[in-house]
Nanobody, 123 residues
Framework: QVQLVESGGGLVQAGGSLRLSCAASGRTFSSYAMGWFRQAPGKEREFVAAINWSGRRTYYADSVKGRFTISRDNAKNTVYLQMNSLKPEDTAVYYC????????????????WGQGTQVTVSS
């Protein structure tokens, strides 16, 4: 079992920045690909970013490419999402996910999920 706890969400004005963290425990963190997803009310959960087990490969949704950066520190069992130039359309609950089947854009390919952290961007 893997437990994931997100933190760092909050309210920010458009153009601002936030850094989300996801702390993992319970299993070998370095074995898992990690992903960030987000979900706004009434919408489907959508892919944001993913990183492979070693941190050497990263993937981004087109909507966040160039603004968001995913990274991981396996020594600290933590994955991060640095969000810059935030837009109102980035408003959502952001979820951290871990999976043994590699980085993927599909939520169902991940095995463990955090509780989510709210990000609200005002215009």
């Amino acid at each position: 079992q893997v437990q994931l706890v997100e933190s760092g969400g909050g309210l920010v004005q458009a153009g601002g920045s936030l850094r989300l963290s996801c702390a993992a425990s319970g299993r070998t963190f370095s074995s898992y690909a990690m992903g960030w997803f987000r979900q706004a009310p009434g919408k489907e959960r959508e892919f944001v970013a993913a990183i492979n087990w070693s941190g050497r490969r990263t993937y981004y949704a087109d909507s966040v490419k160039g603004r968001f950066t995913i990274s991981r520190d396996n020594a600290k069992n933590t994955v991060y999402l640095q969000m810059n130039s935030l837009k109102p359309e980035d408003t959502a609950v952001y979820y951290c996910a871990a999976g043994l089947r590699g980085a993927d854009v599909l939520p169902r390919r991940y095995d463990y999920w955090g509780q989510g952290t709210q990000v609200t961007v005002s215009s």
